[in-house]
């Protein structure tokens, strides 16, 4: 039995669950590295603004195809409000999807494009009516409803592709993929403030694909951040900045990402190029690689501490980056004040609330208490 909704019904948006979720475009996956989706459990709540954010290649769009119902996943199920919708096809899961390219009809007003889902399910004209000069109004396209799709800018477009995608007040989620991509970047800025606008207004679950970090983070409430076909960490901007849980958190988020320094630990101490260094808090687990995480934000120019070379020095406008090395590895400080020349001998000190123990790329160190 499918979730589709009868015309001009208001469905409740749904709370979806990824229960032991696996992917393998091979037939007989045999080993780990065969998956292109690792084993996700997932819930999402209802209303909610997430964000699947990673590079290209680590799972996203397999994961999207597999909610949407483009895809079958070849383990676990996808429920929405309990309910198994796993091998339903998407016209009978009640879903809205924008995708990287508009999808508009050219020869159609702006009007009429939008009004096109609703007519499909058979709602009256009255509600059409209503509805379509309602998402025009919060896109800004009131004053092109007569305008065919063909005469309009790629942005105009996108917003069109994107209103289709809201006008429907009946669906458990809505998806966008890559929304942005052929969007000029004078005008990402404007779209994504009016997306966030747009979900604060209609609160209707959405989960919005990316592999751009500032995308993510404006948008969503959580963002779940993949790697290589796993999920390595979910959590608000704020936390997965302030805290990452795995070096390819901190150091895909943040410009520049996160300073990621070899270190050795001992006793309960860890060292970088035999320098001992104050962590957040206890150590956790020492086995494996370890490393030392620390942002760029929290690195400073100090009388003691490490010794490093300059060897860039970007000035970013809102701030400076210094670049310097330390040995053969590289440490980036933020530095408000005096700034020093390139060849300058300095000293760095970590902040020690701030720096993290991590083994074998998760992080090993106890958070500090307040």
Not at 316 to 345: F, K, Q, S, W
Request: a negative charge.
């Amino acid at each position: 039995m499918g979730l589709a909704t009868s015309p001009g019904r208001v469905a409740r948006m749904a709370k979806i669950t990824l229960d032991k979720l696996r992917h393998s475009y091979m037939p007989a996956p045999s080993q780990p590295s065969d998956y292109a989706l690792k084993e996700i459990d997932l819930s999402w709540r209802d209303g909610g603004a997430y964000a699947l954010l990673g590079p290209s290649g680590c799972g996203k769009s397999t994961l999207l195809n597999i909610i949407s119902g483009l895809l079958t996943p070849s383990d676990g199920r996808v429920l929405f409000d309990g309910e198994d919708v796993t091998n339903l096809p998407p016209d009978q899961r009640n879903i809205a999807q924008v995708f990287q390219f508009p999808v508009i009809y050219d020869t159609m007003s702006v009007y009429n494009n939008l009004a096109f889902p609703l007519r499909n399910r058979g709602v009256d004209e009255a509600r059409v009516d209503a509805r379509v000069r309602e998402i025009a109004t919060m896109l800004e396209l009131e004053d092109r409803l007569e305008t065919r799709a063909s005469h309009l800018t790629p942005d105009n477009k996108q917003k069109i592709s994107m209103g289709r995608g809201l006008v429907r007040d009946d669906v458990n989620v809505i998806m966008f993929d890559e929304p942005l991509t052929v969007i000029d970047p004078e005008l990402k800025w404007k779209l994504r403030s009016k997306l966030k606008e747009l979900h604060q207004k209609i609160a209707v679950t959405m989960i919005y694909v990316t592999h751009d970090q500032t995308e993510a983070l404006t948008f969503a409430d959580k963002v779940v951040v993949m790697q290589d076909g796993e999920i390595v960490q979910i959590g608000t901007p704020v936390e997965l900045f302030e805290r990452p849980r795995h070096t390819f958190v901190g150091h895909f988020i943040g410009s520049p990402g996160m300073n990621v320094l070899p270190c050795d630990v001992s006793g309960g101490l860890a060292s970088f190029q035999g320098q001992a260094l104050e962590l957040e808090g206890a150590i956790s687990r020492s086995d494996g690689r370890t490393e030392i995480g620390v942002r760029p934000e929290y690195v400073h120019l100090a009388d003691d501490g490490i010794s490093a070379t300059v060897r860039k020095v970007a000035d970013l406008g809102r701030h400076v980056v210094v670049e310097a090395m330390a040995g053969d590895t590289v440490i980036n400080a933020i530095v408000d004040g005096a700034v020093p020349e390139r060849g300058a001998e300095v000293k760095l000190q970590l902040d020690p609330r701030q720096t993290r123990l991590y083994a074998d790329g998760w992080i090993a160190s106890e958070e500090a208490q307040p």
